[in-house]
């Protein structure tokens, strides 16, 4: 058996709050951790105990896969034993990717990928499609109400504004620390991460109760979904920190509401500060803005905007000929707009990626376009 070398992300947990987590740990423990990732960098992201662990071993387990981890060792570092792996939880990842283009500012949207894993949305979607999750939150005043406050971050695609866009990125959860340091309290209330960690609490509570086995099962599901989607959101938070002599990057997930079902819009912003201009004009400020979901009847697809001073231009990736064509139709009305608007068109294109799959094409597929 081989023994696994666990070591705490440096996230937002501190030093003192891990003690007292690893006081209630006992050498020959038996633990019980879910796989929430795998990390670009081939680590495995794991939760134990609530707390988010990396693990620099090449485990041959994918994301939602349920592990039994014996405590070898606490102090003067933890180490843990891979005891078994069984099978997957049944979660169901979300946006699978985020995409970021192979150059910067190219206009090309590459196949270089980014997170993935279990977020806010994939918990609503179970809640609204698995009966024994539902029967759970109708029995349980509790729960309802955490849930019901979780659902009122999902954005409905026929209300979509830029205004309300905003306001869903500053509630992400993404800067809930940062708005905590910043004394702006009053906006934890109402953001993701807050929201989460609150049904979490809830789900805790719950499961001291005497409970029968199918409820017992149907929390331990949430609690999993939940757990997997808070430490989702916590690599996203440690993705989206300053780096040193490079740009800004802020990756996150928000949940929307299309055609009656939920599903994730992944989005990546970058921001490089000030480029060369190519023509030989003043340095730009350039922005990036990627984005990523798979939507019903339609598939997935990918989007990138590179704003540079006043230069704009806009990229999508389809697999699917009939959204490409209405794609295409649109650009002309997108193209008046972004000129009223003071912008200079440098792009609009859309191209189909190089795993298009032909036969999965959807004609008369509903996808309208809303510049």
């Known amino acids: 058996m081989e023994e696994l ?14 003690g007292v987590m690893l006081s209630n740990w006992r050498v020959g423990q038996v633990i019980n951790a879910l796989v929430v990732d795998r990390m670009p960098s ?19 387990v994918q994301p939602g896969t349920r592990l039994q981890l014996e405590v070898q060792q606490v102090t003067p570092q933890l180490v843990l034993r891979f005891l078994a792996g069984s099978e997957k939880t049944g979660l169901q990842s979300g946006a699978e990717s985020l995409s970021r283009p192979t150059q910067p500012g190219s206009g090309l949207v590459g196949t270089t990928s980014l997170g993935g894993g279990i977020t806010a949305a994939n918990v609503l979607s179970a809640l609204a499609t698995q009966p024994n999750l539902r029967a759970l939150v109708n029995q349980s005043p509790v729960l309802s109400s955490l849930t019901s406050a979780l659902a009122s971050q999902v954005l409905q695609s026929s209300t979509l504004s830029a205004g309300l ?3 869903a ?31 979490q609490r809830g789900i805790a509570e719950i499961a001291g109760n005497n409970l029968g086995v199918e409820v017992r099962a149907a929390l331990s599901n949430l609690s999993d979904l939940t757990n997997a989607a808070l430490a989702n959101l916590n690599q996203q938070q440690l993705i989206s920190m300053p780096q040193e002599n490079a740009g800004q990057r802020w990756a996150f997930n928000l949940p929307l509401e299309w055609a009656g079902s939920i599903t994730d819009l992944a989005m990546i912003i970058e921001h490089d500060g000030e480029r060369d201009d190519p023509e030989g004009g003043e340095a730009r400020d350039e922005w990036r803005v990627h984005l990523n979901l798979e939507l019903p009847e339609v598939g997935k697809l990918q989007s990138l905007v590179t704003l540079s ?8 990736i389809s697999d699917s000929e009939s959204v490409r064509r209405t794609l ?7 193209r008046d707009r972004m000129i009223v608007s003071d912008f200079r068109v440098r792009e609009l294109a859309v191209r189909q990626s190089i795993q298009a799959n032909q036969s999965s094409d959807a004609p008369g597929s509903g996808f309208e376009v809303r510049a």
Do not use: Y
């Open 5 to 18: 070398q666990l070591t705490l992300t440096p996230s937002r947990v501190d030093q003192r709050n891990f």
């Open 42 to 60: 081939g680590n495995v992201l794991l939760n134990a105990g609530g707390r988010e662990f990396v693990t620099p071993l090449d485990l041959p």
């Open 165 to 167: 866009l905003s306001q």
């Open 169 to 199: 990125v500053a509630q992400s959860g993404l800067f809930t620390e940062a708005n905590l340091l910043a004394g702006r309290s009053g906006s934890l209330r109402t953001n993701t991460k807050t929201q989460l960690i609150q049904l």
């Open 309 to 316: 001073g006043s230069n704009i231009s806009i990229s999508f």
């Open 328 to 334: 295409e139709s649109s650009f002309g009305e997108l």
